[in-house]
């Protein structure tokens, strides 16, 4: 009757965030530090999607409106100033 139930990886996290900073051991940082690795969205495997999806629509050959060049201030052209001389 003394069977123990394996603890989620979360529950684990939350249990050694719950210890005091200055009173984690070494193997208890090194298993935190672990645990947020596996845990963190990115290295999820089942958050990961094999085609990832992309927020932009496919290019399309014809111009939309409004995106030419007209209402568009043309680039200023700089003009170099010519060096002072050295006059007194």
Known sequence: MNEQHPISPRQRL???LAIPERQRTDAEWDELNE????LASVNRTEARDPAPRRNAPPPSSQPKPG????????ARK???RPPKGNTP
């Open 35 to 38: 645990l947020e690795i596996a």
């Open 67 to 74: 995106s030419g060049t007209a209402g568009k201030k043309p």
């Open 14 to 16: 939350q249990a050694l």
């Open 78 to 80: 700089f003009q170099r």
